[in-house]
C-alpha cells in the first residue's frame, strides 16, 4: 500500500459491501416491495377511477406509494451499521466520511431503482394506466426524483438514527424538507401522463433540488456522523 | 443586565400599546373590507418577524458547526422557537381575516402554502431538538436548520410555479395595491414593537438555554466528582 485509495475506491467497496449484505438478507428489498404493494392495494380500495381520471391521480398515489416505501428501506440503512459497532468502526478508520455517505446513497438508490421497476407494471395494470405525453420522460422524472428522495433520505436517516425513537423521527424531519421534490416528482409525472403541459420546469426543479441537497449532504455528513 | 431587561420590557409594552392605539383608532378603516383589514397590522409584522428569525437560526447553525461555541446554538434554538411562535399567529391571523373577506378559511395559495411549508420545516426542526439526546443535540439540529434554510427558496419556486399554473380567483381583491400612509405608519409601528417583543423572547430563551446547559454540566460534574471522591 503505497497510497491512500481514493474517494470514488471507498465508496464503490462500501457499495460492494452493502449489495451484498442485501443479496444475501434482503432485508430491505422484500420488506419494501411488501409495503408498497400494501399501499397500492389499500389505496385502490380508496378510489376506483376511469382511466381518465387516473391519468390525474397516478403520479400522486405511485411516488406517495414510493415515499412510504422509501422510508422503510432507509430506516434500515444506518440501524445495521450500529450492529458491532461498525459505525464507530468507520468513524476511526481514515476513510473520508464522504465515501461512507455516497456508498449509502447509492445503495439505497439502487433499492428504490429496483422497487420502481417492479411497482411500475403493478401500478399500470391496477390502474388500467395509458401515458398521452412521451414515456421517456418518466423515466428522467423517475431518475432525478429517486435521488431526491434517497440523498435527504440517507442523510436524515443517520441523523435520526442519533435520536430517541428513531424510526418515528425519520418521516418527521424528511417529509417537510422533500414537500418541493415531491410537489415537482408529482406534477412532472401527472403532466407527462395526461400530455396537458410541460413537465420542464418541474424536471430542472428536480435536477436542483438534486444537486442543492447532494452538495450540502456531502458537506455537512462529516459533523453529523462524529456528532458526540 | 436584568436592569436592561426590564427597561427595554416596559418599553415594549409601551410601544406594543402605541402600535395597537395606530392600528385600531388612527389607521383610516379601509374601504371595501371595513375593520376586517385591521388583523393586517398583526399579521405581517409577524410575518416578517419569523422570516427574520429564520434567517437568524440559519445564521446561528452555520456559526454553530464552524466554531461550536454554545452560544451560537442557544440562539439557534431560540430563534427557531420564537419563530415558529410568530410564524404560527400569521398562519392563525391569515385565515381570521381570509373567511369574512373570501369566504373561505383556507386556500391553497401561494403564500399561504410557502408559509405553511416553512412552519412545518421549522417545527420539525423543534421535534429532532426534542427527541435528540446528549451532547450531540446541536450538532444535528444545526446541521437540519441548515438543509431548512436552502429549501426555502426551493419551496418558493416551486409552490409559486405550482399555483401560476392553477390560478385562485379568490385572491383578487387582497392587500399590498397602494396603502394609505396612515396605513404605513401603523404597520411601521407595530412592526418595531413586535421586532422588539420578538427580541426580548430570543433574549430570554437564548439565556435560558445557557442556564439550563451550564446546569446540566454542573449536575454531571458533581456525580463525577462524587464517584471519584467515594471509590478509594
Redesign the interface.
Known amino acids: 500500500m503505497t497510497s491512500a485509495p481514493s474517494l470514488w475506491a471507498i465508496t464503490r467497496r462500501t457499495l460492494a459491501k452493502d449489495l451484498r449484505l442485501e443479496w444475501r438478507s434482503k432485508d430491505a428489498i422484500n420488506s419494501m416491495l411488501f409495503f408498497a404493494l400494501l399501499v397500492v392495494v389499500i389505496f385502490s380500495f380508496g378510489f376506483d377511477p376511469t382511466a381518465e381520471e387516473s391519468r390525474k391521480i397516478a403520479g400522486g398515489l405511485l411516488w406517495v406509494a414510493i415515499l412510504f416505501a422509501t422510508v422503510v428501506a432507509l430506516n434500515q440503512t444506518w440501524t445495521r451499521e450500529l450492529r458491532n459497532q461498525v459505525l464507530d468502526a468507520y468513524r476511526l478508520s481514515p476513510a473520508p466520511p464522504q465515501a461512507l455517505f455516497l456508498a449509502k446513497t447509492l445503495g439505497n438508490f439502487i433499492f428504490v431503482a429496483i422497487l420502481e421497476v417492479l411497482m411500475v407494471p403493478l401500478f399500470v395494470v391496477f390502474y388500467n394506466l395509458r401515458s398521452v405525453g412521451p414515456v421517456w420522460q418518466l423515466g428522467v422524472v423517475a431518475l432525478l426524483a429517486t435521488w431526491a428522495l434517497v440523498v435527504?433520505g440517507t442523510?436524515?436517516a443517520a441523523?435520526?438514527i442519533?435520536?430517541?425513537?428513531r424510526e418515528i423521527?425519520l418521516p418527521?424531519?424528511l417529509?417537510?424538507?422533500s414537500?418541493?421534490a415531491l410537489?415537482?416528482m408529482v406534477?412532472a409525472t401527472t403532466s407527462i401522463l395526461t400530455g396537458d403541459?410541460s413537465p420542464i420546469?418541474?424536471i430542472r426543479?428536480l435536477a436542483?433540488?438534486d444537486f442543492?441537497?447532494t452538495i450540502?449532504g456531502l458537506l455537512?455528513f462529516e459533523?453529523?456522523l462524529n456528532?458526540? | 443586565m436584568k436592569t436592561l431587561f426590564n427597561v427595554l420590557a416596559v418599553l415594549t409594552l409601551l410601544l406594543l400599546g402605541y402600535a395597537f392605539c395606530q392600528a385600531m383608532f388612527i389607521a383610516p378603516t379601509e374601504a371595501t373590507m371595513g375593520d376586517v383589514q385591521r388583523i393586517f397590522y398583526y399579521h405581517l409584522p409577524s410575518a416578517w418577524v419569523a422570516f427574520l428569525l429564520f434567517f437568524v437560526n440559519f445564521l446561528a447553525s452555520v456559526c454553530y458547526l464552524i466554531r461550536r461555541n454554545p452560544g451560537a446554538d442557544a440562539l439557534a434554538l431560540a430563534s427557531a422557537e420564537v419563530g415558529v411562535s410568530f410564524c404560527t399567529i400569521v398562519l392563525l391571523t391569515g385565515p381570521i381575516w381570509a373567511r369574512p373577506i373570501w369566504g373561505i378559511w383556507w386556500t391553497w395559495d401561494a403564500r399561504l402554502t410557502s408559509t405553511l411549508v416553512l412552519w412545518l420545516i421549522y417545527v420539525s426542526y423543534l421535534v429532532l431538538r426534542h427527541y435528540a439526546t446528549g451532547g450531540q443535540v446541536p450538532v444535528l439540529a444545526a446541521a437540519l436548520g441548515i438543509f431548512g434554510f436552502v429549501d426555502v427558496p426551493i419551496v418558493y419556486m416551486a409552490i409559486r410555479w405550482f399555483r401560476t399554473q392553477h390560478p385562485q380567483p379568490v385572491i383578487a381583491g387582497g392587500q399590498g395595491s397602494g396603502l394609505d400612509p396612515r396605513m404605513w405608519i401603523a404597520v411601521l409601528w407595530n412592526l418595531a414593537a413586535f421586532a422588539m417583543l420578538a427580541f426580548l423572547f430570543v433574549w430570554v430563551r437564548y439565556r435560558q438555554a445557557l442556564a439550563s446547559r451550564a446546569l446540566e454540566e454542573a449536575h454531571a460534574q458533581a456525580s463525577l466528582d462524587f464517584e471519584t471522591g467515594s471509590t478509594p
Open positions: 435527504n442523510f436524515f441523523l435520526s442519533r435520536t430517541r425513537s423521527m418527521l424531519i417529509f417537510p424538507i414537500i418541493p410537489l415537482a406534477d403541459s420546469f418541474w426543479l436542483v433540488y442543492v441537497f450540502v455537512l459533523p453529523v456528532a458526540e
